[in-house]
């Protein structure tokens, strides 16, 4: 017998929004889903669920991609900045620093939040909602060889 995976659709609480419209509606820090809630309730912690439309915006894990993206956008917006005037001046090592690390903290700081809304976004329209697990499911399948191991004798 050949394994098939579950083709079953998932039925949704919520009709996930076009790419752009989501991508769009997060970096506006508005609900992808519905565009009234607001996404963050604090500075980039993410609302459970929408306050409006009950879409599960808590279950979506941006983690690394925000700060990713952020470091990808700034660092090609002033770099040929900085060697560009580098070139054409060439300053002192210290007024570089004294200018280029205040002016991409900031603007890395700046471009967060509303990057993270945007993966958010996007995440919700690809259907990556993070599932929850039975609480003791997984692990115990997991310590059971390692107790047998240790039980031998040899580990």
């Not at 609480?13 to 565009?35: A, D």
């Not at 090592?93 to 945007?118: I, S």
Request: aromatic fraction near 10%.
């Amino acid at each position: 017998m050949r394994w098939e995976p579950d083709r079953a659709a998932q039925s949704l609480p919520y009709k996930p929004p076009s790419f752009l419209t989501g991508l769009g509606r997060g970096i506006m820090n508005r609900c992808p889903v519905c565009g009234d809630g607001k996404v963050f309730r604090g500075f980039l912690k993410v609302v459970p669920e929408c306050a409006v439309c009950h879409a599960p915006l808590g279950q979506l894990r941006a983690d690394d991609a925000p700060p990713y993206v952020v470091i990808f956008l700034v660092g090609h917006l002033l770099v040929p900045v900085v060697f560009w005037v580098e070139r054409a001046y060439e300053p002192p090592m210290w007024l570089h620093m004294a200018v280029w690390l205040p002016l991409f903290a900031v603007l890395c700081t700046l471009l967060l939040r509303p990057v993270k809304g945007g993966v958010v976004g996007y995440m919700i329209r690809m259907g990556f909602l993070e599932r929850e697990e039975e609480p003791d499911g997984g692990r115990e399948a997991r310590t059971a060889p390692r107790a047998a191991v240790k039980e031998d004798g040899r580990g």
